[in-house]
């Protein structure tokens, strides 16, 4: 079981998130309220065409501006998966994020899904180790449901079709089973990632509001795995909109 030591939920942790970002310099970093978590070398190229000014976090993470209210942090280029995922939001928490959501491929485990959806998980298979040192295995963990339906309209507002539905976190990328993928397409799982859990359990922790959005970046069946079709929009068409709904969710407008 994780994690070995059980009774940690209420315990202080060695040193913080904020002592590590704050090393930076005098204080803690004054990052924007809202960010966004991109996973792929595409969707960074995109934000950078529109950012013109960066907000240094720690160990050379930074904050990529596209407003006032919303920023962007390319994950990809310190790793991937869950434990990454939880460091950098937790450090973005640190510098001030009060909404943290990614915009990142998964893999679709129901064939009928469109190659050119914006999926919207709703709650995790928990099969990865971070989310289990910040809350316990029995408690579910999910996003934050009314940021899921800010997205959800900007998103459809866009032309995307918008399922929702459980994923399946795990950070075993070479176990990914046979029978496993069976079951939870029985089941009706959406989609399969290594980040939302951790993503979800840590922005609980620390009180923040979290999300995610998966565009679909193959198929996952019993039988093989199969790179989505070429689709007609994809991650940077989804850049705008999900931005435009995280501003809202943060400034209320």
């Given at each position: 079981m994780?994690?070995?030591?059980?009774?940690?939920?209420?315990?202080d942790a060695l040193f913080s998130p904020a002592d590590a970002v704050a090393t930076q310099g005098d204080g803690l970093p004054d990052g924007?309220?809202?960010?966004?978590?991109?996973?792929?070398a595409e969707l960074t190229d995109a934000v950078r065409e529109e950012s013109d000014d960066r907000v240094e976090i720690v160990?050379?993470?930074?904050?990529?501006?596209?407003?006032?209210?919303?920023?962007?942090?390319?994950?990809?280029?310190?790793?991937?998966?869950?434990?990454v995922t939880a460091t950098v939001t937790e450090n973005v928490i640190a510098a001030g994020a009060e909404a943290v959501a990614m915009l990142g491929g998964g893999a679709a485990l129901q064939p009928d899904i469109a190659p050119d959806a914006a999926i919207l998980p709703t709650d995790a298979i928990r099969d990865e180790g971070v989310s289990h040192h910040y809350l316990?295995?029995?408690?579910?963990?999910?996003?934050?449901?009314?940021?899921?339906?800010?997205?959800?309209?900007?998103?459809?507002?866009?032309g995307f079709d918008t399922p929702r539905g459980t994923t399946w976190t795990t950070s075993a990328m070479y176990r990914e089973t046979v029978?496993?993928?069976e079951r939870y397409r029985d089941e009706g799982v959406v989609t399969l990632c290594m980040e939302s859990a951790a993503l979800?359990?840590?922005?609980?922790?620390?009180?923040?509001?979290?999300?995610?959005?998966h565009e679909v970046g193959d198929y996952l069946t019993s039988e093989e795995w199969a790179p989505a079709a070429d689709a007609d929009r994809g991650l940077t068409d989804m850049l705008s909109p999900t931005v435009e709904a995280m501003e809202r969710h943060v400034t209320g407008g």
């Open positions: 994780i994690p070995h030591f059980g009774d940690k939920y209420d315990a924007p309220p809202a960010v966004l978590l991109g996973y792929q160990r050379g993470q930074h904050i990529e501006l596209l407003s006032e209210a919303v920023g962007y942090v390319p994950v990809h280029e310190s790793g991937i998966g869950a434990p316990p295995p029995e408690e579910p963990v999910t996003p934050t449901a009314s940021l899921v339906d800010e997205l959800d309209a900007s998103l459809s507002r866009a029978p496993e993928v979800w359990a840590v922005s609980r922790y620390r009180g923040a509001d979290a999300a995610t959005v």
